[in-house]
């Protein structure tokens, strides 16, 4: 079930990609589907009634009840570079505010 | 003595960092950094190196094998001819250069496919930033978001395969993937396809290219059309001639979106009349015809048309961004011989131009007559009979321009220097010694294919030779 809502979200931050031309709007958009992609990789390692993957002689877990950590793993370095991208796009969205007087990328003028 | 492939990501990058610190010294903290890689890299370890103290297949690895060897050539021997050419232009991007070196040397040597998305991503953000220097910020967001979107794909994609292997480790996901259904890899390959191709300039992930290399100049240029292409073409054929070979359907969508690329490349070349964007719709072409053949499976003639490609544009774009510089134009028309004067960069421009065509003599004739072998001999007609319509098109505008830029002058009347745009130096010193030294390996390596060819491929790669002569040496996981 939770895969199919982050899908929705990757397809919905594209729609809002597509849709618009307001440079934030768009930075709007591909943050919504980086939440996606990031919910359905978390999905992927998600095990029902999960432990966390950490073996102990004290606390004996059935290994086959771990959740993957893996998945955890790429998630939080996929956080990081979303957030990278997302601060150059916003410094990008800044450059063309101070140099077209607007977020509109309709209003910027010619395409080369 | 061999040293450890990491250092080729680790030197760069350590010096990114520094070079912020110590801004005063960012030229010779870049004159290092990029000499020194360029030199370590004939002395870098072959074979699989874990990293970070875990066992393979569970260690992030870095693999030298002939394939990556070729790659990391290409990268810092061409990101040094690129900063020594434009010397002047790296003072605000230092560090950024640097973190990009980085990023490309990751990108073809690792061995892990998440860690390739890290090293693309690294790599992209540097692209990114560079494109800036265009001082058109809506074309760099423009790049961006087509950059964003290919990273997501590319990672859903991998976690598909991820989900069905396994594995993120390469020679183990190859292992595993060739024995999952075709039906299942179709989608999966898709997505990792249209992450790859933002970089590598294929259709219709190539949106970018018009706005970012039309306004680029000599550093720009050089680094987008040679350095960065050529690391992302490596990539693609490591994912798809080595890791995920794409079956039946995948490989037929992946080499008609590349045949398609490759022909509205030469089609919008052909149409352009501005310098660089003759030569930015070429790249696209030749990165098409670079995609088709890796998707075929023909390695080794691939990698010959990266390295022509590389050392042509190097020449070309440098060219093209100094005239731009000089002249106030890169319409090739109102640049009206302005070779006349300026022989040693019309030489090397024009020899750039015949080697891309593939005309005898000199490097891309090998490469072509690699290509064309290498279809012919599995029987198919329609792939060469489409190259060599693109090649009658790309012969077409390299003459046109050359014979624009070399006889100023209306057609049909007679040249006279005087009538050309200008005398102004197209390239400094520097630039003239390296646009003379990358001309001449091109003229040299056109005499002397066969030698060219054991360099690529040392296990054979004989002319049109079908099977990719070029292989993955990794060590199956589980030892250190």
């Known amino acids: ?112 | 003595m061999m040293i450890n492939p990491v250092l080729l990501i680790a030197i760069p990058l350590g010096l990114a960092f520094i070079a912020v610190v110590f801004k005063k010294l960012q030229g010779w903290i870049l004159a290092i950094g990029v000499a020194a890689n360029a030199f370590l890299v004939f002395f870098v370890e072959k074979g699989e190196t874990a990293i970070g103290g875990f066992k393979l297949p569970f260690a992030i690895s870095l693999v030298l094998d002939d394939f990556s060897f070729i790659g990391v050539i290409l990268v810092n021997v061409l990101t040094l001819a690129a900063v020594a050419v434009a010397f002047r232009k790296t003072e605000k991007y230092v560090p950024v250069i640097l973190a990009g070196l980085a990023g490309l040397n990751g990108m073809v040597l690792t061995g892990d496919m998440f860690n390739l998305f890290v090293f693309m991503e690294i790599t992209a953000i540097s692209a990114y930033i560079l494109s800036s220097e265009g001082r058109k910020p809506e074309q760099s967001f423009n790049y961006l978001v087509i950059g964003s979107i290919g990273s997501v794909l590319y990672l859903l994609g991998l976690i598909l395969i991820y989900g069905q292997t396994g594995t993120l480790n390469m020679s183990l996901m190859a292992e595993k993937s060739a024995l999952i259904g075709q039906a299942a890899m179709v989608l999966p390959l898709v997505l990792i396809f249209a992450g790859i191709a933002v970089e590598a300039k294929l259709l219709p992930m190539s949106g970018w290219v018009r706005g970012v290399l039309g306004n680029s100049n000599a550093l720009t240029g050089v680094m987008f059309a040679s350095v960065y292409s050529s690391a992302a073409l490596m990539v693609f054929g490591r994912v798809f001639s080595q890791v995920l070979i794409p079956g039946t359907t995948a490989g037929v969508i992946i080499i008609v979106i590349a045949l398609l690329t490759f022909a509205a490349g030469q089609v919008s070349a052909f149409r352009s009349k501005s310098l660089r964007q003759v030569l930015l719709y070429s790249s696209i072409a030749q990165s098409g015809l670079a995609a088709a053949l890796f998707a075929t499976g023909f390695v080794f003639p691939a990698v010959l048309v990266i390295i022509n490609n590389a050392a042509g544009k190097m020449i070309m774009f440098s060219t093209a961004g100094n005239l731009e510089e000089k002249y106030g134009t890169d319409d090739y028309v109102g640049l009206g011989g302005a070779f006349v004067r300026n022989m040693p960069a019309g030489v090397a421009f024009t020899i750039a131009a015949l080697s891309l065509t593939g005309l005898p003599l000199v490097f891309g004739f090998y490469a072509k007559l690699n290509v064309l072998a290498a279809y012919l001999n599995q029987g198919t007609f329609f792939v060469p009979a489409v190259v060599l319509a693109g090649t009658i098109i790309e012969g077409a505008y390299f003459i046109r321009i050359l014979i624009k830029l070399w006889a100023p002058g209306k057609e049909g009347e007679w040249a006279d220097a005087d009538q050309s745009v200008g005398e102004k130096k197209i390239f400094n010193p520097a630039g003239t010694v390296v646009v003379i030294l990358v001309t001449l390996l091109i003229i040299l390596s056109g005499f002397l294919p066969d030698s060219v060819g054991k360099l690529v491929a040392p296990g054979g790669g004989l002319l049109g030779d079908e099977g990719p002569s070029i292989s993955m040496t990794m060590e199956k996981g589980g030892d250190q």
Do not use: C, W
């Open chain 1, 1 to 112: 079930m939770i895969k199919f809502a982050s899908l929705l979200l990757i397809i919905i931050g594209l729609y809002g990609i597509l849709s618009t031309r307001n440079v934030i709007k768009i930075l709007v958009g591909i943050n919504v589907m980086e939440i996606g992609i990031n919910v359905f990789i978390i999905a992927m390692g998600f095990v029902n009634d999960g432990a966390a993957p950490i073996l102990s002689v004290d606390n004996p877990v059935n290994v086959l009840k771990f959740v993957d950590p893996v998945a955890q793993a790429l998630v939080l370095t996929s956080i990081v570079i979303g957030l990278g991208i997302t601060a150059l796009g916003l410094v990008f969205a800044r450059k063309i505010h101070k140099k077209y007087g607007t977020y509109d990328l309709s209003e910027t003028g010619g395409e080369s």
